[in-house]
């Protein structure tokens, strides 16, 4: 009976002193097995101690353990009463070198503390604390930063006082890695705090960080200046945080600006109207003007989001002079940027504006050489659609769309071919059939392949977009109309696209008006068209037989067919024919 309760232990041990490291993994991974196997007191009592002297390992175990430690360990310890026996390891691992293993090591702690009870966490949390916040090497105050916000809640008076002094050392330590931490953590730790410990203790470590000569540490508290003002009221804000806010759009650094720019929206709505008229609409307008493409990027993204904060004489005044800048910028992304989110404008500016402001932005950036910027104003053309309505949007916009469509430039055609769907979801099939459904056929047979294919590709999501009543009457007739052209490319692209189709038709549709016309192609002179049939044989026998109508349609006419090709004079005929056979019969 001793062996059997000593055996799951004891291959615990032998895998983790295994030179594989896949089997020490393994070992990890099963920790809760195993201490399910011995039972609360025995993994007590054996198993932490015998965790907390083998964390001499690979950084990859390491981290396995620093997870599972997570997991919910304290449950197969006894429960939330012995949970903070797992702090012991924890804390080594919160103090090694490698950092994804430091960072999930203080996640297991912030689940584990979740679960503790006020006076464990003064007995036994707390010194685990102030050991990290304290440790001569700077891997352990790095982690102690992210210990604070989780328990601060729990603790006593006397204990959050310490607290509070121990963090403002580490945003002071001579360390730059530890004062990054500080400033990571410090918009996680704010929310725990009253106004008048964020008066008295937050706001001066948020100065210190903010001025740090190391720019690294500067631009991860953009977070806790929006934590800070969130805390106080807008006259507090004015009072106490207006220098530091200018001081962070200006800063020398561009990373800092980037960071300021990011985070833009959060800031104003923070900060309050007062600030966002008096000081964020200049500030705004500096960093579209920055001299970083990465800067103006990344306020282009929160256009809309700044612009909803102002009145319309503003934007009109003083961000569309930006915009139409940043519509010529010589960065691709910064155009990109602007593409994804200019249109979030219109609404705001009503009709009339869009179509006199935003509309020449909008054919600029259609005609742009990079294809993410005619992407992303594609893509977003649903918002303009509904402030200025589908027919000044086909006038204007679908033109330049159409003068894309025929580029002699086959990448230019196959990028709007992509973009065809959802395009077409946005406009409606009316608007659709009149406006580009033609030009959706011409492009089956273009003389560049890969247009063919994207063109059959492109009809499958259409009819996933329309439906396939409205395939049936509009592509299914004009693809069987090339079934019977003299040049054999436009035949294949019939057989292409009927593939492509077949998924998205139902087996009545097949049967009616698409199998006749592959059938005749069964005897076509071409064996590229012969091979290509058998293989859409194939798929229209798998989508037919979805159906009890559809299986004998199958049985009775696709199976002789591909019986005809499998004794086919070409090889891959043959091979193609016997392929589908073998599927449609299993």
């Given amino acids: 009976m001793d062996n059997e309760e000593l055996y799951p232990i004891a291959i615990l041990i032998d895998e983790l002193k295994s030179e594989d490291v896949n089997l020490r993994l393994n070992a990890i991974h099963r920790i809760s097995t195993i201490a399910l196997a011995l039972g609360p007191q025995r993994a007590r009592e054996e198993l932490i101690p015998f965790l907390q002297d083998s964390l001499d390992d690979e950084d990859e175990v390491l981290l396995a353990l620093a997870e599972e430690l997570g997991k919910g360990m304290e449950e197969y310890l006894g429960g939330p009463p012995y949970a903070h026996l797992l702090l012991g390891p924890l804390e080594n691992l919160a103090a090694v070198e490698e950092t994804v293993v430091r960072d999930k090591a203080t996640e297991s702690v912030n689940k584990i503390a979740a679960v503790l009870s006020g006076p464990q966490i003064e007995e036994f949390y707390i010194p685990l604390l102030k ?39 580490l945003s002071g330590d001579d360390t730059p890695m530890v004062r990054r931490a500080a400033a990571r953590h410090l918009a996680t730790f704010i929310p725990t705090l009253s106004k008048e410990q964020v008066l008295s203790d937050s706001l001066p470590v948020y100065r210190k960080l903010s001025t740090d000569d190391q720019d690294s540490v500067r631009l991860l508290t953009v977070d806790d200046l929006i934590a800070i003002a969130d805390k106080l009221t807008h006259a507090e804000v004015n009072e106490q945080l207006r220098s530091s806010l200018r001081s962070a759009v200006s800063d020398k650094s561009w990373r800092v600006r980037y960071m300021v720019a990011d985070h833009f929206v959060k800031l104003a709505e923070a900060v309050g109207q007062v600030i966002v008229n008096e000081e964020l609409v200049g500030s705004f307008v500096a960093l579209l003007k920055d001299n970083e493409a990465e800067v103006r990027s990344a306020a282009a993204g929160q256009l809309p989001g700044f612009a909803k904060l ?53 054919l600029q950036l259609l005609k742009d050489d990079f294809p993410d910027v005619r992407l ?125 189709l077949a998924p998205s038709l139902t087996p009545q549709v097949i049967q009616e008006n698409v199998l006749a016309t592959v059938l005749s192609l069964v005897q076509d002179p071409i064996p590229n068209i012969r091979f290509n049939v058998a293989k859409c044989l194939e798929v229209l026998a798998i989508t037919l037989a979805t159906s009890a109508d559809g299986k004998e349609v199958a049985k009775t006419r696709v199976v002789p067919a591909l019986q005809q090709l499998k004794s086919d004079a070409d090889p891959d005929v043959r091979f193609f024919s016997g392929k589908a056979l073998e599927k449609i019969s299993a």
């Fill in 310 to 362: 102002l009145e319309r004489d503003v934007i009109l005044a003083r961000l569309l002079p930006c915009v139409r800048d940043l519509a010529s910028d010589s960065s691709q992304h910064v155009r990109a940027a602007l593409g994804m989110h200019i249109s979030g404008l219109a609404p705001l500016l009503g009709r009339e504006a869009t179509i006199e402001n935003l509309l020449p932005l909008f």
């Fill in 131 to 169: 050991r990290l916040s304290t440790g001569e090497w700077f891997t352990s105050r790095t982690s102690a930063a992210a210990l604070y916000a989780s328990v601060y809640p729990k603790a006593s008076p006397a204990t959050q006082d310490e607290m509070r002094k121990l963090y403002t050392a």
């Fill in 376 to 500: 992303n104003i594609i893509s977003k053309l649903e918002t303009v659609n509904n402030v200025i309505g589908i027919d000044l949007l086909s006038q204007s916009l679908l033109p330049a769309i159409v003068e894309l469509a025929e580029d002699k430039q086959w990448r230019v055609r196959q990028a709007i071919i992509e973009y065809v769907p959802l395009l077409a979801k946005q406009l409606g099939v009316a608007f659709f059939d009149e406006q580009l459904g033609n030009l959706c056929m011409s492009w089956l047979g273009d003389n560049v392949y890969s247009i063919r294919e994207s063109a059959t590709v492109n009809l499958r999501k259409l009819t996933e977009v329309f439906g396939v009543d409205w395939a049936r009457q509009t592509i299914v007739p004009k693809v069987l109309q090339m079934g019977t052209h003299p040049n054999y490319l436009y035949r294949m692209t019939t057989i292409f696209a009927i593939t492509a």
